[in-house]
């Protein structure tokens, strides 16, 4: 049995993978962490009133926080504030979705959701994804990014049987089902294939 050599830091690790990476704009994208869920409910909350995006109940939020990146606008008292969000959740293991894309009325316009997206799909190209699909509103935002409209079942039927398992909404929401025709809000499937 091998060990871990004693010069590995896995601190350190953990600790580079939550540092803030600067954005031009002067705003921050950094991993979400336990104390950013209220914020992140926050920001979603009127877009789920509007009916843009789904509502989430708190824990869903604590259960997919690792899927999370935020664009942070830091303040002068060390305080910050949250300017977007967006998750990468993986369904298949070659298709993921960019859910929960979420930006800050005050930060539109920014390109708070363009880095977010692109985060989204480095990190879907660096873990072996090589499709992401969106539920959205914004098909001229997604498009300008490269996504395109979702024709059919982008799925092989074996893969089409596995997924109707899932108790995942976003992924019956992919799979087009007619459960889930009422929640869908008139959004479209959009897909990018990297």
């Known amino acids: 049995m091998t060990s871990t050599p004693p010069d590995f830091d896995h601190a350190q690790i953990s600790e580079d993978h939550h540092l803030r990476h600067g954005l031009p704009s002067g705003l921050y994208m950094r991993r979400a962490r336990t104390s950013d869920v209220k914020g992140i409910e926050a920001l979603v909350a009127p877009l789920a009133e509007e009916r843009i995006l789904l509502a989430k109940d708190t824990v869903t939020y604590f259960e997919t926080l690792q899927e999370f990146w935020l664009v942070v606008d830091p303040q002068p008292d060390g305080s910050e504030i949250l300017a977007g969000c967006g998750a990468l959740h993986v369904i298949w293991s070659d298709l993921a979705e960019a859910r929960t894309v979420a930006t800050s009325p005050d930060y539109r316009g920014r390109g708070v959701g363009k ?4 985060q989204l799909l480095a990190d879907a190209v660096a873990i072996g994804v090589d ?3 969106c539920l959205t509103f914004e098909t001229g935002f997604f498009g300008s ?17 596995e997924l109707l398992h899932s108790a995942d909404e976003g992924v019956a929401e992919f799979l087009d089902l007619a459960r889930v025709k009422p929640n869908t809000l008139g959004n479209s499937r959009m897909i990018k294939y990297l």
């Open 115 to 118: 880095a977010l997206i692109r």
């Open 145 to 161: 990014l490269g996504f395109e409209p979702i024709k059919g079942i982008p799925v092989s039927p074996e893969v089409y049987i």
């Open 131 to 133: 499709r992401v699909f």
